[in-house]
């Protein structure tokens, strides 16, 4: 990001102050152009008349009346270019990893969207190792799609587990309100899979100030276009954690006087998360750029504005739980969804893919009911009983997190659960799917 | 001379220009950006200073930047081409773009001006008419397009000149009409309209009176919609909202179809781009993308322009209505639409209503429904705009402005519930919460009784009766336990699953189950109420449920088999058996 300007306009008197804004009287001020005050990133919000109001990116804590401020001309933007690979960057996309700064073009962040009528539709599949993932919520090139998980689950880990072992051509990592030890984890665990060249950060961690966060966003998925657009890369993107994002929003639009909407949240959440998440898009030439993100929710509960308006934005969701009869950390089949699923479903992947996976997730569902008899008192039924087991075996060999097989072998895992617990006719799978792969 | 201003102000869209001269509301401006002009609309004025909202990024404007008034509102253009395009929310090509991405200030002409028209005249020299008279007609694909006096003329008008039956491009002169002072005005094949003003031109719109076919059987046979009439989908994300919109633009039996994606995913659009040029009209044989129009205002183009998409739709249904056309309109999702609303009313810094939203949402929206309805033209021949929206109720709760204000609008309530999607009884409309006002209407009841058979009405509402005892039944069952009930409540229960699992859900991605025609759900629901009026005697829950999951099962299959086929009536004899047995 640019920081030197010959013709930068400076200017001493502040009118107003706040903990996010301060404004002041200017000529000649563009809308989203940057500017330092104080020695600080700030960018043009509001024009009014002659006032200009600036958000402070880093906080305004002890700007003084008379700082100095000096404005750019022009809206943030990222130099890009091949060198941007294996770098770890701040906010503002400056090197935070010691190494030089990146030479390439300049572009502006935030950049137009696609054009709808020049998408195409997504049909790549994308392999995780996971069989919550890959056998019931498949996932898809140019796919966007969020973990949903408490704060108490390890979201990050499964992301960059999930980012490694997917085969794409770039990663980049935007990390906001990431604590140091997720950062600090997340680096680790991308140099010990020997994959750094291919990866690019852009971080914004606990001890930096919250508003920062808003850059980061805009920062990856302009260095993804890049990849995608000018490269034909696959490109695979992490937004980790989007909760903190719109809580940073809601910081800066409280600081403005908005009218705040459901959950405190600014009215244009909605539009503000669809303007990242709709940057995922498969191209007509190849390149694609996929997102996954991570929504932190409190106490599982997904009518909050923030996982609401994410869930219609998205692709589904990934929804992470702790499964209290084994103790282990599953793909909940129930309320994760791929929307995407179905168009590389028995398509890239067996035949009987469909059918395994709807006949797993019925009989778990059978096993959950079951489950609320035992509670309430009821006799358990023998089928009751096979489906008691069945649900815990499926949870252990497919539904939890730390399951790394192909998707033949889960169809196959599945198919030898189905055996052992079911006959043929209560897993109400079609006929001709049956005779070529039960296993008795 | 055009009025013309300066920026004194912005913040994100919203732009404060002090300007001379006279400025209209909802009139639209051009706003210099360094050469680039970008399109905005006037939505307040103070003394000298017009607010209006960009329809694209501000980025770089700067304060002082010129402006120049159009002098007119949000117009676009009407005339032969319409259908099979794609368009942004202010009708600009969006085949016709060449760049990847969305260019600020390109603006891309919505007809292709150099294509030929056949076009044979209907009207002839010395014929009165007036505003959406029919002069000719071009055959657009296999629609007959009626070139009409342009909604915009005034009065009545005598034609002068008729162009002979030929080949002509839409700029070309078709007729010139002669206006009551025996001035001539010449008409072309296009015509521009104000977006926010309703189109007039006809005799009279009455009551809806007669049905409107979807193929869905949870809206055709348990609430109806009426041809010209209004709809409206609420549910919360994942339940099933755009697959039913696909669903009833695939099957029903319009002669046009304008579908909004207002505000919604990138990715959902491009679904309809590939697959309806491909998929077949069951009604035409010819292909899906030949009735329809795409107005795409996804959930990351400008938030001006999404609020602005509702409207071109409905004024591209309203021009096909005037040429006695069957238009259906859908929108998905008007929450979209009344969120950019909001954006907007905050920005201008309004006394806010309920959930931040502008205290008028109501009367916005019921004043938008109002444009739909069926009419008589003036010429004696009947058009209808029939519209269904879907609603994005924040939180799934509708208790929400937007789905309270949808609800005092729209007659047709299709309530999509969480519970059914996720027990996967799609489509998840809920049958006890969703309404139509139209079976209310003796006129539709009387088209339906004539349509499909006498008595229908009461059929419906029995089963619809079924499914509400049933529900009380299961809620019995599941306090009291399998054991702890009399087994008539089982039977009572497994008779609301029968219709639930036989009428209710709909495989939408089953060719055959898809679409069920109007004699066909007669068919089936006579059969289902046959076995739902008969008493039976089983001496344990476990038989009664076992007796019905194998004729539910039965069922099911006969709605996956082709109507009348051999397969069909195979199952339709296991059916009689069972019905012919009794209990065993």
């Known amino acids: 990001m640019a920081t030197t300007n010959a013709f930068a306009r400076t200017y001493t008197q502040l009118e107003a102050i706040t903990k996010a804004t301060v404004s002041l009287r200017a000529q000649g001020i563009s809308n989203d152009e940057l500017a330092i005050v104080d020695g600080r990133l700030a960018q043009v919000v509001k024009i009014k008349g002659d006032s200009v109001t600036l958000q402070v990116f880093s906080g305004t804590e002890g700007i003084p009346t008379d700082a100095e401020v000096r404005f750019f001309g022009e809206a943030p933007s990222l130099n890009v270019g091949e060198g941007l690979a294996g770098r770890f960057f701040n906010a503002y996309g400056e090197p935070i990893d010691g190494g030089p700064k990146v030479e390439g073009e300049k572009r502006f962040i935030g950049g137009p969207s696609v054009n709808p009528y020049k998408r195409e539709q997504p049909s790549q599949l994308i392999p995780t190792g996971i069989a919550g993932i890959d056998l019931n919520n498949t996932l898809v090139s140019g796919q966007k799609i969020p973990f949903f998980a408490d704060p108490d689950q390890p979201y990050n880990q499964v992301m960059a587990q999930v980012a490694l072992r997917a085969d794409v051509d770039k990663i980049i990592l935007g990390g906001m309100g990431l604590s140091n030890d997720d950062y600090l984890y997340f680096k680790q665990a991308f140099e010990s899979a020997g994959a750094l060249d291919k990866i690019i950060c852009f971080v914004n961690?606990?001890?930096?100030?919250?508003?920062?966060?808003?850059?980061?966003?805009?920062?990856?998925?302009?260095?993804?276009?890049?990849?995608a657009v000018d490269r034909n890369e696959k490109v695979l993107v992490l937004l980790t954690d989007m909760t903190l994002y719109a809580d940073a929003l809601c910081i800066v639009s409280n600081r403005m006087d908005q009218i705040p909407s459901k959950d405190s949240m600014p009215g244009s959440l909605y539009s503000d998360l669809a303007k990242i998440y709709e940057k995922a898009v498969q191209l007509p030439s190849g390149g694609s750029i996929t997102i996954i993100a991570v929504t932190t929710l409190n106490d599982g509960d997904i009518t909050h504005a923030i996982p609401d308006n994410t869930g219609y934005i998205t692709e589904g969701q990934l929804f992470l739980r702790q499964d209290t009869d084994t103790g282990k950390v599953i793909i909940d089949p129930f309320r994760s969804l791929s929307r995407l699923k179905q168009l590389v479903q028995n398509k890239k992947t067996r035949e009987d893919h469909s059918q395994v996976m709807n006949a797993s997730v019925r009989l778990y569902a059978d096993a959950q009911n079951a489950k609320t008899k035992l509670e309430n008192g009821f006799d358990l039924s023998d089928y009751d009983m096979r489906c008691l087991d069945y649900a815990k075996e499926y949870a252990v060999r497919l539904l939890a997190i730390d399951v790394n097989i192909p998707i033949e072998e889960m169809l196959d895992t599945a198919w030898e659960i189905f055996g052992k617990y079911f006959s043929k006719a209560e897993t109400g799978i079609k006929e001709s799917l049956i005779e070529k792969y039960w296993k008795a | 001379m055009k009025t013309t201003g300066v920026v004194t102000g912005i913040i994100s869209n919203l732009v404060t220009i002090a300007f001379e001269g006279h400025v209209a509301e909802n009139e639209i401006c051009y706003v210099d950006l360094n050469g680039v002009k970008l399109m905005a609309e006037v939505i307040k004025v103070t003394g000298k200073n017009a607010f209006a909202q960009v329809f694209e990024s501000t980025r770089g404007l700067k304060q002082g930047d010129r402006v120049e008034f159009d002098g007119h509102m949000l117009e676009i253009t009407l005339g032969p081409g319409l259908l099979s395009s794609s368009y942004d929310g202010l009708q600009n090509n969006l085949a016709?773009?060449?760049?990847?991405?969305?260019?600020?200030?390109?603006?891309?002409?919505?007809?292709?001006?150099s294509k030929e028209w056949d076009f044979t005249p209907i009207a002839a020299v010395g014929d009165k008419v007036s505003a959406a008279s029919w002069l000719g007609e071009v055959k657009e694909g296999w629609l007959p397009h009626k070139i009409m006096v342009p909604f915009s003329f005034k009065g009545s008008y005598t034609v002068a000149k008729v162009a002979a039956a030929g080949k002509y491009r839409i700029d070309d002169t078709i007729a010139v009409l002669k206006d009551a002072k025996g001035e001539e005005v010449p008409v072309t094949m296009v015509q521009k309209w104000p977006v926010k003003v309703a189109v007039g031109g006809y005799k009279e719109k009455p009551r809806p009176y007669r049905i409107m076919e979807t193929g869905v059987r949870t809206i055709d046979t348990l609430n109806p919609i009426a041809e010209g009439g209004t709809g409206f989908i609420p549910g919360p994300f994942g339940c099933g909202k755009t697959v039913l919109q696909h669903a009833i633009a695939k099957q029903c039996d319009a002669d046009v179809i304008v579908m909004a994606a207002c505000g919604e995913r990138a990715n959902e659009v491009v679904e309809i781009f590939k697959e309806f040029p491909e998929l077949i009209d069951p009604n035409t044989g010819r292909k899906l993308m030949e009735r329809t129009t795409i107005i795409c205002n996804t959930s990351n183009m400008p938030v001006a322009a999404r609020e602005a998409s509702v409207y071109t739709a409905m004024t591209i249904c309203e021009y096909y209505r005037a040429m006695g056309l069957k238009v259906l309109l859908l929108a998905d999702s008007t929450s979209r639409w009344a969120q950019a609303l909001r954006e907007m009313s905050n920005r201008m810094e309004e006394l806010p209503g309920a959930d931040a939203f502008p205290v008028d949402l109501s009367s916005i929206i019921s004043n938008f429904y109002s444009r739909a309805g069926i009419v008589t033209l003036n010429n004696g021949k009947?058009?209808?705009?029939?519209?269904?929206?879907?609603?994005?109720?924040?939180?799934?709760?509708?208790?929400?402005?937007v789905t309270e204000s949808t609800k005092k609008a729209a007659r047709c309530f299709y309530a999509l519930a969480q519970g059914r999607a996720d027990s996967k009884r799609y489509p998840a409309v809920d049958p006890l919460d969703s309404y139509s006002k139209y079976l209310e209407y003796p006129e539709i009841a009387e088209c339906l009784n004539n349509l499909i058979c006498p008595g229908w009405v009461d059929m419906v509402l029995k089963a619809k009766n079924l499914v509400r005892r049933g529900k009380e039944m299961a809620e019995q069952i599941n306090i009291l336990g399998d054991d702890g009930v009399p087994i008539t409540y089982h039977e009572t229960f497994w008779k609301s699953e029968l219709v639930d699992f036989v009428i209710l859900q709909q495989d939408a991605f089953d060719e055959i189950d898809s679409r069920t025609s109007l004699e066909r759900q007669k068919f089936m629901l006579s059969l289902v109420l046959e076995f739902c009026d008969k008493t039976y005697d089983f001496e344990t829950f476990e038989e009664c449920s076992a007796y019905f999951k194998n004729l539910i099962n039965s069922f099911r299959q006969m709605n996956f088999s082709e109507w009348q086929s051999e397969k069909f009536n195979s199952y339709l004899t296991q059916i009689r058996n069972i019905l012919s047995d009794g209990n065993n």
């Not at chain 1, 606990?206 to 990849?227: G, H, K, N, S």
């Not at chain 2, 760049?99 to 002409?109: M, Q, S």
């Not at chain 2, 058009?383 to 208790?399: R, W, Y």
């Open chain 1, 205 to 227: 961690t606990t001890e930096q100030p919250p508003v920062e966060r808003l850059l980061i966003p805009d920062m990856v998925l302009t260095a993804a276009e890049y990849f």
């Open chain 2, 96 to 113: 016709t773009m060449e760049d990847i991405f969305l260019k600020r200030g390109e603006y891309t002409a919505p007809l292709d001006s």
């Open chain 2, 382 to 401: 009947t058009g209808s705009v029939t519209f269904i929206g879907t609603v994005s109720p924040a939180g799934g709760n509708l208790k929400e402005p």
